[in-house]
Each structure stands twice: as structure tokens, then as C-alpha cells.
């Protein structure tokens, strides 16, 4: 937290001993420190985004910060109601966007804690990843490209509110690479040529 409020230009904060022997510690100041607990958090996560034994430790202790905040400050603890859920929103588009780094069983597992609203942005993540995938798409499969198993499928379907939506999505998707495909055939090389009698 210090680190952050040296770079961000902010009033330092006390120190540690300081703040140990205190009557009263303001709100905004604990918060900073939350802040401060998860960014070293988020240096101990993995490129699949999983805590080292390290991270899962420090994120545990900031649970139970936050919640003793929580409980000494009810409107801190609406706040952080809203803010979470909007947090929570966040990570579920990650995933969606990211979905094709983990396996069919990590994704699973995933996916079974997702609310209403977090499986509409997980959708939303899933999309943006696949449009990225299909403008680097050469050809084959499209849907196969996007579930590469049947146990990734079954995950997926998930996060569809009902075995329609999923076949919808799917539909689209090949849809999606048929177009390119006609597209790339009409601007492509020599036939494009031979049609304009070049």
C-alpha cells in the first residue's frame, strides 16, 4: 500500500507501528492497505491465473480483513457488495475470453459457480474470443477450432441458458467461418482473376 500511494503521488501512509497503536484507523485507510494485499496477490498468480501456496495464503488473510472491515463498517460493506459483483462480472468475462488455456475439468468447475449475470459476461468473453480466433481462422472446423473435446462442449453448454442458445451459438459460429470462407474465395488470387477474365 505504501509502494502504491509513492507512485500514485498520494500522502504517505504511517507506519505499521504507528497504525498498531492507534484509537482509530479511518475506512479509506484500510482500504488502501486491502488494495495494497491484492496487488502482492496478484504478483503470486500463474499465467493460468492460479495463487502460488504463498498467494493463497495473503488472499485468505484478505478475506478476513475485509470482512472484519465489513463488519465494523456496514456501508463500507455495501460498497463492497456492489463493487464485487462488478468484480465478479469482470473475471467471469476473463474467463470466457481466456476459456481455451484450461482444461475441460478446471473450466467445468468454473463455470458450475457462475451466476445469471456472470454466464451472460462469460458469453461475452467467449464471443471475443472467438471472433479473435476466427479472423486468425485458415480453414476446417470452426466449431472444432472453438471446442476442441466433448468434455470442453459439455462445459460450455454451461453457460447457455437453454440447449437452444447452445445450438444457436454453435450455429452461429459456423456461420460465422462459412462467411469467411465464401469471403476469402471470392477476393482470393487466381479465381478472382479468372472471374474478372484476367
Known sequence: AVDSAER??????????ELENADFVSTELLHKIKIGLDKVIAAEKDAFGRLSKKGAELNQVKKEFN??????????????????????????????????KFDADELAFKIKNLNKDEKEAFRVGLLSNAKKQLSEFKGGNFVNKIFSSDKQKAAMRNVFDTPKDYQDF???????????KTTQKVLGGSQTQERMGL
Not at 170 to 180: E, G, H, I, M, N
Request: proline share 5%.
Open 8 to 17: 500514485k503521488g498520494e500522502s504517505l501512509l504511517p507506519p505499521l507501528s
Open 67 to 100: 470482512n472484519k472491515l465489513k463488519e465494523l463498517n456496514p456501508e463500507y460493506a455495501a460498497s463492497n457488495a456492489k463493487f464485487a459483483d462488478e468484480a465478479r462480472i469482470q473475471e467471469a468475462f476473463d474467463l470466457g475470453s481466456t476459456y481455451n
Open 170 to 180: 454453435v450455429k452461429q459460429l459456423q456461420y460465422s467461418a462459412d462467411k469467411l
